[in-house]
């Protein structure tokens, strides 16, 4: 009966969608009504309202579609959606003051020379309005309005020139900042928490431990990764649609004839490109540029990008007034001199120090103009036109619309999971021939068919979210959730170009001349459909375009993972073992010239632990093959091992989801047989099944190759040898560059340590003359200044005994004093050798340490270089295969 249900809710929510009535009512009426119609027959038939649900009952799910709607407000860790209002008011602000109709005209004129110049000019100010505005809508109806006729009344094909329009306008969907990448981001948050769950039960199920190590987790995502992920995709697009244009201008004579400027290349026109293409470049910088570089999140840059689009709009629309330009130019020197001022002032409130008196002036000073500037500007774009007020009431639309039908979706996967539609998704996928990217392939191209009926939003929020964690789970892809939700984006940007319900389509057709037939925007549109699934194709088999940017940035940020951060190993080693092989022999000499300074000033001790770390850094060479050897016989054999695993993990996997279906029947047993007047026929059928059920696990086991066992202790072994040869190369280069941080620790505290000469003599006289508790105090405060020195712990101890010989009803002062005494003896030859080896084998050290602290050093650094960044990023920007690990 549950499938009774599921099915009836998914057609309620088709019928309620086909017949018009609004997605936002559609999504969680077809939910509400499915589970209080599941609950109240099952209340008439099995007397239990919870009967016809897969687990829970209708107050559970009901309840979870509550919770999901207080997630989507009140919890302070999901504030992703906060961008959505302020990046739609950036948009709608650009669009109403007139910026897109100037960038047109411009580049028309710019690139109206060249064959295909007009096509090209729109697609590039399709694509610099994506990364300001990101209003599908506007930029196709600004773009039909100003950019078709001109295309028309130059011979251009009507196909193509339509064609042009439209995609160009859809750009604002996967190039940054873009509404749908905020809403995927948000959805796959949720996921790859699932995702994380369900990957840790199957390690557990297939080893048998509890913990799973931190390298095979899934990778989540945030909406500033998704930016980052979008960015260069988004560019990928943009250069399909020029060649294609090119092409079709070189290849079908006429279709797109180059269009002569009438005017002159001079100065002047230099000066308007540059006027028209200064406002959305700038808007760009500030937006992406802030999240690029760290110094603001997806939010913070919103908040910057819909003040600035106010900016903008304040000249824009006041264009011919002598201050016209003023509140501009306002904000412009305000940010420079707040700029100038951080390079030069600390403006910490917490760290503000004595001479931070004239920045902080100067810089409430700079602020304050900025305030009168975006003032003045909110001024003019509200008594202008009434645009302040026509912007948000359109933003109030629209953000509305977005959080309503999320709200509502979250509803509907309430219901969807708690008949069981969920699981019945990750069987389906799961029993697929092929692995993932069959699974994969078959859930895109579902959201490509539902493109041609269903809007982006409601295929994001409804489809995403349950087969999202079954795809970001599988341990054998290991994809990326910024990589996935990227995907998944360039799927949905298809959606406003797929006849019979594409909005882009309809968009054009309401703004084009009637001499431009319907079923000629369809054709123009189908060669773009066309590029974007090439786009996707692209981005599927290299995950680099999508991963690289935000691991880069990532692990270039002031909050970067330090490098011994274990989901970082892998590749650092990779990038280490190059190293060596390169630039060994240099190591080598390294050691040898610290070798051969004479190192009789240090202490035996001393001698002793750095001759142990130079011979630990000699021995690296041994372990690093010994770690590719190891690497190398498991790679060798995983071939072989890999369909064997697959098989026996795909019986064990029916083996358990079979026990579990047994575990069911015995409690339904249970049910029936407890209930007033138990029918006989059930349980005869339900002892049936079970017995059937058992059968088949016996079955299964039986099906399990008797290799099986040898096999995997082999692999088995042999990944343990590699992780044992990997713990002894880390440990041994880390034991190997600590003993190099201590001594010159130890070393460069030499005058530290001599400047508290006169307070360690004075000791002998406070224990002699002082009170007890006095001497004991002095004594103490001694240790605390020691503490803070390196290598003082054998001097610490000593005064330590001393204090202790002081305590108690009956102090020893004379054994105070002899502890004393030991301890003045050694801090006297602790200063003398750490004064001598600072200038006979200090300056070695510093070399020494400069040499390897980039190498033998690195995992004991707070961060990595610009260099070693790139490398580490370029290597985890590829999804590695972890399906043998369980």
């Known amino acids: 009966m549950e499938l009774v249900f599921l099915a009836f809710l998914l057609l309620l929510m088709i019928a309620a969608l086909s017949s018009g009535y609004p997605v936002a009512f559609s999504l969680p009426g077809a939910a509400i009504i499915s589970i209080g119609l599941a609950a109240l027959f099952g209340y008439l038939i099995a007397g239990d309202t919870?009967?016809?649900?897969?687990?829970?009952?209708?107050?559970?799910?009901?309840?979870?579609?509550?919770?999901?709607?207080?997630?989507?407000?009140?919890?302070v860790e999901r504030d992703t959606l906060i961008a959505v209002p302020l990046f739609i008011f950036m948009g709608i602000m650009l669009q109403r003051s007139k910026i897109a109709e100037d960038l047109l005209v411009t580049m028309a004129q710019l690139f109206g020379p060249v064959p295909g110049g007009?096509?090209?000019?729109?697609?590039?100010?399709?694509?610099?309005?994506?990364?300001?505005?990101?209003?599908?809508?506007?930029?196709?109806?600004?773009?039909g309005l100003i950019s078709l006729p001109a295309m028309l009344r130059n011979n251009y094909s009507k196909p193509l020139a339509t064609g042009t329009i439209c995609a160009s306008g859809t750009l604002g969907q996967i190039i940054p900042p873009s509404i749908v990448l905020i809403i995927l981001a948000d959805q796959l948050t949720g996921a790859s928490d699932q995702a994380s769950t369900l990957r840790k039960s199957a390690y557990k199920a297939a080893t048998g431990e509890f913990s799973m190590p931190s390298i095979l987790d899934v990778t989540s995502t945030s909406a500033g990764e998704m930016f980052m992920g979008a960015l260069v995709p988004g560019l990928v697009l943009v250069g399909l649609y020029i060649i294609y244009i090119l092409i079709a201008a070189l290849v079908k004579k006429g279709s797109a004839p180059p269009v002569p400027y009438e005017g002159k290349f001079d100065r002047v026109f230099a000066k308007r490109v540059a006027l028209a293409l200064t406002p959305p470049l700038t808007l760009i910088l500030l937006v992406l540029g802030s999240i690029i570089l760290g110094v603001a999140t997806v939010n913070q840059a919103g908040a910057v990008g819909a003040i600035g689009a106010m900016v903008m709009g304040g000249y824009r629309l006041a264009e011919g007034q002598r201050n016209a330009y003023y509140p501009a130019i306002l904000a412009i020197t305000s940010t420079v001199v707040i700029a100038i001022i951080l390079a030069f002032?600390?403006?910490?409130?917490?760290?503000?120090?004595?001479?931070?008196?004239?920045?902080?002036?100067?810089?409430?000073?700079?602020?304050?103009?900025?305030?009168?500037?975006?003032?003045?500007?909110?001024?003019?774009?509200?008594?202008?036109?009434?645009?302040?007020?026509?912007?948000?009431?359109?933003?109030?639309?629209?953000?509305?619309?977005?959080?309503?039908?999320?709200?509502?979706?979250?509803?509907?996967?309430?219901?969807?999971?708690?008949?069981?539609?969920?699981?019945?998704?990750?069987?389906?996928?799961?029993?697929?021939?092929?692995?993932?990217?069959?699974?994969?392939?078959?859930?895109?191209?579902?959201?490509?068919?539902?493109?041609?009926?269903?809007?982006?939003?409601?295929?994001?929020?409804?489809?995403?979210?349950?087969?999202?964690?079954?795809?970001?789970?599988?341990?054998?892809?290991?994809?990326?959730?910024?990589?996935?939700?990227?995907?998944?984006?360039?799927?949905?940007?298809?959606?406003?170009?797929?006849?019979?319900?594409?909005?882009?389509?309809?968009y054009l057709r309401g703004v084009a001349p009637p001499i431009v037939k319907t079923l000629q925007i369809y054709r123009g549109a189908a060669p773009f459909i066309v590029l974007q699934l090439i786009a996707l194709v692209i981005v599927a088999l290299t995950p680099a375009l999508v991963n690289y940017l935000p691991t880069r940035i990532s692990l270039s940020a002031e909050t970067a993972p330090p490098p011994i951060n274990p989901r970082l190993q892998y590749c650092i080693e990779e990038y280490l073992f190059e190293y060596y092989d390169l630039n060994g022999e240099q190591l080598r000499n390294h050691v040898s010239t610290l070798r051969a300074t004479d190192l009789s000033v240090l202490p035996e001790k001393r001698q002793k632990a750095l001759n142990t770390s130079l011979d630990r850094t000699l021995n690296t060479f041994d372990l690093v093959s010994k770690v590719r050897e190891a690497e190398a016989k498991r790679v060798s054999y995983a071939p072989e091992f890999r369909p064997l695993h697959q098989h026996v993990r795909g019986l064990q996997s029916e083996m358990r989801n079979r026990k579990l279906k047994v575990d069911e029947l015995k409690q339904d047993l249970i049910r029936i047989s407890q209930s007033d007047s138990p029918e006989k026929n059930d349980l005869i059928r339900i002892e049936a099944d079970i017995k059937k059920t058992e059968t088949e696990i016996t079955d299964l086991q039986n099906q399990i190759p008797e290799t099986w066992t040898e096999a995997s202790k082999r692999y088995a072994e042999m990944e343990k040898a590699e992780k044992q040869a990997r713990r002894?190369?880390?440990?041994?280069?880390?034991?190997?560059?600590?003993?190099?941080?201590?001594?010159?620790?130890?070393?460069?505290?030499?005058?530290?340590?001599?400047?508290?000469?006169?307070?360690?003599?004075?000791?002998?006289?406070?224990?002699?003359?002082?009170?007890?508790?006095t001497a004991m105090e002095q004594i103490k405060q001694s240790e605390k200044a020691l503490g803070k020195i390196?290598?003082?712990?054998?001097?610490?101890?000593?005064?330590?005994?001393?204090?202790?010989?002081?305590?108690?009803?009956?102090?020893?002062?004379?054994?105070?004093?002899?502890?004393?005494?030991?301890?003045?003896?050694?801090?006297?030859?602790?200063?003398?050798?750490?004064?001598?080896?600072?200038?006979?084998?200090?300056?070695?050290?510093?070399?020494?340490?400069?040499?390897?602290?980039?190498?033998?050093?690195?995992?004991?650094?707070?961060?990595?270089?610009?260099?070693?960044?790139?490398?580490?990023?370029?290597?985890?920007?590829?999804?590695?295969?972890?399906?043998?690990?369980?």
């Open 50 to 75: 919870s009967a016809f649900f897969v687990e829970g009952g209708p107050f559970q799910w009901l309840s979870a579609g509550v919770t999901n709607f207080r997630s989507l407000y009140w919890d």
């Open 118 to 143: 007009l096509g090209i000019s729109v697609v590039l100010v399709g694509a610099l309005l994506a990364a300001t505005t990101g209003i599908v809508g506007a930029t196709v109806i600004a773009m």
């Open 345 to 506: 002032y600390d403006l910490n409130v917490k760290s503000i120090g004595e001479g931070d008196a004239i920045g902080i002036f100067l810089a409430a000073v700079a602020v304050t103009g900025l305030l009168i500037a975006v003032a003045w500007s909110t001024w003019r774009v509200y008594k202008i036109e009434d645009t302040l007020n026509a912007v948000m009431i359109e933003t109030a639309k629209t953000t509305s619309m977005v959080f309503i039908i999320l709200l509502g979706a979250a509803m509907l996967t309430s219901a969807f999971r708690g008949f069981g539609g969920e699981e019945l998704v990750k069987h389906f996928l799961t029993n697929l021939e092929g692995g993932f990217w069959v699974q994969f392939i078959v859930v895109m191209a579902v959201m490509f068919i539902l493109g041609f009926f269903l809007d982006f939003l409601e295929i994001a929020v409804v489809v995403v979210p349950i087969v999202a964690p079954i795809l970001l789970a599988d341990p054998g892809a290991n994809v990326t959730a910024v990589w996935f939700g990227v995907m998944v984006g360039l799927n949905l940007q298809t959606s406003f170009l797929t006849p019979p319900f594409g909005f882009s389509l309809f």
């Open 728 to 773: 002894m190369y880390r440990n041994n280069v880390d034991q190997a560059y600590e003993t190099i941080v201590e001594l010159r620790e130890v070393i460069d505290g030499a005058n530290d340590l001599a400047g508290l000469k006169q307070q360690m003599i004075a000791l002998d006289t406070a224990i002699i003359n002082q009170p007890a508790k």
């Open 790 to 886: 390196a290598g003082t712990s054998a001097i610490k101890s000593k005064l330590s005994k001393a204090r202790r010989a002081l305590k108690g009803k009956k102090p020893k002062p004379e054994k105070a004093r002899q502890s004393l005494d030991e301890g003045l003896k050694l801090f006297a030859a602790e200063v003398d050798w750490r004064h001598r080896a600072t200038t006979e084998i200090g300056p070695a050290l510093a070399a020494y340490d400069n040499a390897i602290k980039g190498s033998i050093g690195l995992r004991l650094q707070q961060r990595m270089s610009s260099e070693q960044v790139k490398e580490i990023a370029g290597c985890r920007s590829v999804h590695r295969d972890y399906s043998l690990q369980f």
